[in-house]
């Protein structure tokens, strides 16, 4: 399968996950497109680094994980903090701390069977 393909699904799952998991999270008093398009926007500045660039470091496997999911969790949780300013900084670090950490264990989960 193309890289670009590979992907394109698997941003496609993991925006889902983090949608179903971080929009409720992010508060009522939110308006849902600006949630929405908060989960959307941290995605689109994290997921194609974790696929196309982390990769080519050179970085074994371990490291590449720590790299990556910690990439993901700190600009998710900015876009948060930064897009809510009724958030906390500390909320939003667990926000984005456990959205990730879903996607992760589904997507590992998916790649065992």
Known sequence: ??????WLRA??????????????????KEQPIRRV??????????????????????LGRGLYLVVAESWAVLVELLVY?????SIKLQRAAAISL????????????LQRF
């Not at 903090?81 to 300013?85: D, M, N, R």
């Not at 456990?98 to 989960?109: C, D, E, K, P, T």
């Open 37 to 58: 398009g908060a989960i959307v926007l941290g995605q689109l500045a994290t997921h194609p680094l974790v696929w196309f660039v982390w990769p080519e470091l050179g």
């Open 81 to 85: 903090w930064l897009v809510f300013s």
């Open 1 to 6: 399968m193309n890289l670009v393909v590979a």
């Open 98 to 109: 456990l959205a990730n950490a879903v996607s992760f264990g589904i997507g590992l989960l």
């Open 11 to 28: 941003f496609a799952l993991t925006t889902l996950i983090e949608l179903g998991v971080a929009f409720p999270l992010l508060g009522r």
